[in-house]
């Protein structure tokens, strides 16, 4: 596998996927030479400077796209033209128009292409899933969701959250596919409104969206990035990836935030950035912060500490029951209360490269290909458009989960 853009995504991928067996990472693609120095020291392979090099490497089968949001596009098609497999990050292009070349590239080529990274590989998600297909609950009913955290006043550039719609395009992708894959995938239409509540930031803040599947199924998607309340505190303060999460993240985050002075905050922000990349700091390691920033977020603990992943608050209503996540299972809410134990199964990042090798190697199904992410960002998409003109949009390119 190698790695195309060794930015802030590098910093996370890497070591999540570096110690699996099935895999070698063996080249990597930057502008910048200090990452590139840096992948060599700490992973070994070749660098390069141009994403056009690595395609052509015969020492990579794969390649991972972690590169901006505004060159997903230009650069899966570079891998996919060179017959390279390719995983890229959300989203997975900024228009429905370049997801459609992309899958034309894939299929025409005869390669694999994987749209990640999203909360739909969590185990507790795939559970719920299976429980709704077995049929042990009845009927699936409606689908309801939740997020409130710190996003938008998170230390992200501005020109980041310009090209991502702020919340809807970057964090839009894991509540979407997260509904679209216990719905059964096939959304008919929907009907939202967006705000840009956080004036000192572009792109917008939160958004509130009701879609209608197919079948009649409803569901409401609700997501607000302001760092005010924080739906957290309805799970037992458990954060995004399992770990313990402060109870004061939210305030520590707007409190940073308001700290930089409004002449010098994006030239501290694009600063910090910097120091997140994969280059400034070795793997595993904290990134720099600027004097007086205070820490909080995920609190280390033991891993006997380890959840599984929360994002957000989920119910799910069916004919004879709802359910909802435990700290480390599944909750059934029928005559009586109980819990199902979810195991810790591969998830993230690892999740996302186990699919791809079984697709490549055993020859199984993707569900999570080109085709599934195009109907993820047609949905998010649809949100803006149905946000802009106050009307519902119908949607054409939908597929089933498998």
């Known amino acids: 596998m190698g790695f195309a853009g060794l930015g802030e995504a590098a910093t996370l991928v890497l070591p ?11 080249a990597a693609a930057d502008l910048r030479r200090d990452a590139l120095e840096r992948f060599q020291q700490e992973v070994g392979g070749k660098v390069y400077q141009k994403i056009e090099d690595l395609a052509r490497s015969p020492d990579v089968d794969a390649i991972y796209i972690a590169t901006p949001h505004e060159f997903h596009a230009q650069h899966t098609l570079t891998a996919l033209e060179n017959r390279k497999h390719v995983i890229v990050e959300k989203p997975m292009a900024l228009s429905l128009e370049d997801c459609e070349k992309m899958n034309d590239a894939a299929a025409k080529y005869g390669v694999k292409l994987l749209c990640g990274h999203t909360h739909s590989f969590d185990p507790p998600i795939r559970k719920m899933r299976e429980i709704i297909r077995s049929g042990e609950l009845g009927r699936l009913c409606m689908i309801h969701t939740w997020n409130y955290n710190d996003f938008m006043v998170r230390p992200y550039p501005d020109h980041e959250l310009r090209m991502s719609h702020g919340v809807v395009l970057n964090q839009g992708p894991h509540q979407v596919d997260v509904v679209r894959l216990l719905g059964g995938g096939m959304v008919r239409s929907v009907r939202a409104m967006a705000g840009r509540w956080e004036k000192s930031r572009p792109g917008e803040t939160g958004y509130t969206c009701y879609i209608e599947f197919v079948d009649g199924t409803p569901a409401t998607l609700v997501y607000n990035g302001a760092g005010f309340f924080d739906t957290a505190e309805l799970f037992w303060w458990i954060g995004e990836g399992g770990l313990p999460r402060y109870t004061e993240k939210n305030m520590l985050g707007r409190r940073n935030y308001r700290s930089l002075k409004e002449g010098e905050r994006e030239k501290v922000i694009a600063e910090m950035k910097e120091q997140m990349r994969f280059g400034r700091a070795g793997l595993g390691k904290e990134p720099a912060m600027p004097p007086g920033w205070e820490k909080g977020g995920y609190r280390p603990g033991d891993p006997k500490e380890m959840h599984q992943p929360f994002f957000g ?15 480390d299972g599944i909750y059934i809410y029928g005559d009586e209360k109980r819990e199902i134990p979810v195991g810790k199964a591969l998830r993230g990042r690892k999740a ?18 080109g085709k599934w992410g195009e109907a993820t960002l047609e949905v998010c998409f649809a949100i803006l458009q149905s946000a802009a003109e106050r009307r519902e949009v119908f949607l054409s390119r939908q597929v089933a989960a498998v």
């Open 16 to 26: 999540e996927i570096l110690g699996l067996p099935y895999i070698k990472v063996t």
């Open 352 to 369: 996302e490269v186990m699919e791809l090798y079984e697709a490549v190697v055993n020859g199984k199904p993707m569900f999570h290909d």
């Open 313 to 327: 608050l989920t119910v799910v209503t069916c004919e004879k029951g709802e359910m909802r996540q435990s700290p």
